[in-house]
């Protein structure tokens, strides 16, 4: 996953870098059109037209006939007009400005490229080289927290250290007796190991939090899935509440993982960009 997150910024990086080397070239090339040329015609027509009606000019002319060498005032004027005007009245055909700009786009293009795939990242480790990750799991012994540590208990790019966390250790531990005998065929070296960790005790939380480092071979946790929950009847006219005196809905699905995520923190592989 971190590979593939890392292929995608470089690609990322290399898309806005063509696309601001496009723009950028598009716009130069445009900036010489021929309705660009036909104003700088213009302007050089009258700048030329000024500068040999200028009267400073012509004063200059008069006082000194040599100034210019041998030609008159009169004609180095007309001449300089003149070339002026042919230079500037020569605007770029529109074929000659598109293949102008098809050559700058491809050789910045290409240089864009050289520049993008210069911006490698480095690849992850090897699965055979990463110690296991340990995730813990709350909830995992049936619904989407069953599934999740069957999956991750057979996966075969990485091994993992998988702590299922339920509201007593009998359903923990039916819960790694199916994963294993599910996965007989797939035999995996991930770690299964079943804790108890009742949501609605305060007690029964901040016990498990002070057993899982003895549970564990390092006391790291890479993630913490905060996945139980339960929800009562609509119809239910009665109020139930936890150990400690809340409400069973929020004491349970709030208040104990909000407990059990505080309490877990400090264990969290921060080296690791654990979640």
Do not use: W
């Not at 040999?52 to 004063?59: A, K, Q, T």
């Not at 400005?97 to 911006?119: E, F, N």
């Not at 999740?148 to 250290?161: H, V």
């Not at 819960?175 to 804790?195: G, K, M, N, Q, Y």
Request: net charge neutral; with cysteine; proline share 4%.
């Amino acid at each position: 996953m971190i590979s593939n997150r890392r292929r995608f910024a470089a690609f990322l990086a290399q898309s806005v870098l063509l696309l601001l080397l496009l723009i950028t070239t598009t716009a130069g090339a445009f900036s010489m059109s021929p309705g660009v040329s036909k104003a700088a015609a213009a302007t050089a027509a009258t700048a030329a037209t000024t500068n040999s009606r200028s009267p400073r000019r012509s004063i200059l002319s008069m006082t000194n006939p040599n100034q210019y060498g041998d030609e008159e005032p009169n004609e180095r004027s007309s001449s300089v007009s003149s070339s002026a005007l042919s230079a500037a009245a020569a605007p770029a055909s529109r074929r000659q400005v598109l293949q102008q700009s098809a050559s700058t786009t491809v050789a910045a293009m290409a240089a864009g490229v050289s520049l993008a795939s210069s911006l490698s990242f480095p690849e992850p480790a090897s699965a055979e080289g990463n110690s296991k990750k340990t995730i813990v799991i709350t909830g995992a012994n049936s619904g989407i927290g069953f599934q999740a540590c069957q999956r991750l208990a057979t996966a075969s790019e990485q091994d993992y250290t998988i702590v299922l966390a339920c509201r007593t250790l009998a359903k923990a531990q039916g819960a790694v007796d199916r994963i294993l005998s599910s996965s007989a065929a797939s035999p995996s070296s991930s770690t299964l190991i079943p804790a108890e960790c009742d949501l609605s005790s305060q007690a029964s939380i901040q016990a498990f939090s002070q057993q899982l480092p003895q549970l564990l071979e390092t006391p790291k946790i890479d993630a913490l899935c905060l996945n139980a929950g339960l929800a009562r009847n609509t119809g239910a006219t009665d109020v139930e509440r936890t150990q400690d005196g809340f409400e069973l809905t929020v004491g349970v699905n709030h208040f104990g993982h909000f407990y059990l995520n505080s309490l877990l923190l400090p264990m969290m592989n921060n080296d690791n960009g654990s979640r």
